[in-house]
């Protein structure tokens, strides 16, 4: 695992600041001081000042499991 500082994509970007902003609105002190008062703007405002960052995990494979199972039957449209 490795802390990151740049967004790969657009999602992951509103993903963190998503998350920054819920823990905003549950009482978490802001990182930077923001004219704004709503929690989605003072996460981008954090955001862009470099203070929020996140975990990027390792890619793990997908196993799928063994199992001995009957046949599904296809049905005709």
């Known amino acids: 695992m490795a802390i990151e500082h740049e967004y ?30 709503k ?5 981008q405002a954090e955001i862009a000042a470099g203070k929020i960052a996140y975990v990027k995990g390792q890619d793990t494979p997908v196993i799928k499991p063994d199992v001995d199972a009957p046949d599904i039957p296809k049905f005709a449209s």
Not at 39 to 43: F, L, S, Y
Request: aromatic share 6%; net charge positive; with cysteine.
């Open 8 to 37: 790969d994509s657009n999602f992951r970007y509103v993903l963190v600041a998503a998350r920054r902003a819920r823990q905003l609105q549950n009482g978490a002190e802001p990182l930077v001081a923001s004219k704004s008062r």
């Open 39 to 43: 929690a989605c703007k003072v996460a």
